[in-house]
């Protein structure tokens, strides 16, 4: 029997997916330390859970720790103590590290966190990546920007997905940033070469510091495109097939960028960009489960529950390696403008001709608020073993739906 205990601030969908799967897989005693009151633990949840203990900041490794030790008091040593959200990586490596737990360390948590450390060291390795700079005052800001040319890209060391990202195309946007951002010796922020190309993710699970299993997905269009204009209805797509010359600059350099990084044991989330020349350039790298449908959309792809293959990779050291069957794909629903779902126009016609093709969806309800961020208000996602079909399939999707958004 293991003893396990999962960090899960809130108990949002995703996260209480994570959750409900651990607590239920056998020879597994699972505490979960969260900021939720135990009263709102759903009670589905609840009955699976060996141990609760409730803190004010999750995010915060002494808290962590405190809770960690009670939950030994009640269950037995933890074993294991895992987390699905990017922020938590570090915190949990130093509780780890201080309680003498088994799992990712805090060096390794903070490369692949902390973007600059990792772009430092991906370089020193010889991975190829975007020409960076941590800045910390105006003057160094100019300077970067005077030695790599517009447009940049700036975002703060440790954000997670594409959050507070920003296209830096002149020295007027720069300025206005930096106006709206003021960077500072305890506040410093990252600027980088701008990447063009398609961008993918390589999505990969290591153990023994062995690459054993990877996926990758295509962007159409990019996610800064995607931020930096709130109507488009963009799309990911996951091709059945991901052989050949177009994938296998990154079947070489993401497996090296983790081993250069110090993973070991984990599942990683990489985007990485196919350049105009043919030549890959790695973005970042996180280590936790992809957000964005991505953990669902690798499931159908290879017929299998990422969510369960997680938990076990993580608590119980295990994952079994399964076969590629199909292609998959989301197209995200997004409204042009602010306020609430007015309507939503097409639906039934799309449908009609793809929904024998649907596995998910969450379509836009009328009185919904508009998305607060680039994933929108809605998406379908879609599956078939030809790639061909499910970009058929998207781009009717995108085209054929119009999310209408309105005031008041």
């Known amino acids: 029997m293991v003893v396990a205990a999962f960090v899960a601030p809130y108990l949002l969908e995703a996260t209480a997916r994570f959750v409900s799967v651990a607590a239920q897989l056998p020879d597994v005693r699972l505490g979960l330390v969260t900021s939720e009151p135990v009263e709102r633990i759903p009670p589905d949840l609840r009955r699976h859970l060996a141990g609760h203990w409730r803190v004010d900041d999750a995010l915060d490794p002494r808290q962590l720790a405190w809770a960690v030790t009670g939950l030994a008091g009640q269950l037995g040593r933890v074993e294991r103590l895992v987390g699905a959200l990017e922020q938590l990586q570090v915190p949990l490596a130093q509780v780890r590290e201080s309680l003498g737990i088994d799992g990712m360390d805090v060096r390794t948590a903070r490369n692949v966190r902390d973007k600059s450390p990792m772009k430092e060291t991906l370089q020193a390795a010889g991975i190829p990546c975007a020409r960076h ?107 059945r097939d991901i052989t050949g010359p177009r994938y296998e600059g990154i079947h070489r350099w993401g497996p090296a960028a983790l081993k250069a990084l110090g993973v070991t044991d984990a599942l990683t989330h990489m985007e990485w960009f196919a350049r105009p020349d043919g030549s890959v350039a790695v973005s970042e790298v996180a280590a936790r489960p992809p957000g964005a449908q991505l953990t669902s959309m690798h499931g159908h792809v290879h017929d299998f529950d990422l969510f369960r293959a997680w938990t076990e990779l993580v608590i119980l050291g295990r994952f079994d390696v399964p076969e590629r069957r199909f292609a998959a794909g989301t197209a995200y629903l997004r409204g042009m403008g602010r306020g609430r779902v007015r309507a939503v126009h097409g639906v039934d016609a799309v449908l009609q001709k793809i929904g024998h093709l649907v596995v998910e969806a969450r379509l836009p309800q009328a009185g919904q608020p508009a998305g607060a961020d680039y994933l929108g208000e809605g998406y379908v996602m879609v599956r078939d073993p030809d790639t061909a079909v499910v970009e058929d399939a998207l781009h009717r999707i995108v085209s054929g739906i119009r999310v209408e958004l309105a005031e008041g």
Do not use: C
């Open 133 to 239: 700079a941590l800045v910390r005052s105006p003057g160094a800001a100019t300077a970067f920007a005077d030695q790599v040319g517009f447009p940049l890209v700036a975002k703060p060391p440790a954000g997670a997905g594409a959050q507070s990202t920003f296209r830096l195309d002149d020295g007027a946007m720069l300025r206005s940033w930096l106006a709206a951002v003021p960077v500072g010796a305890d506040s410093p922020a990252l600027l980088e070469e701008f990447l063009t190309g398609e961008e993918h993710t390589f999505d990969s699970v290591t153990l023994g510091g062995s690459t054993v299993w990877s996926s990758i997905a295509d962007y159409r269009p990019p996610p800064l495109e995607v931020l930096r204009n709130p109507w488009i209805q963009w799309t990911v797509v996951l091709p």
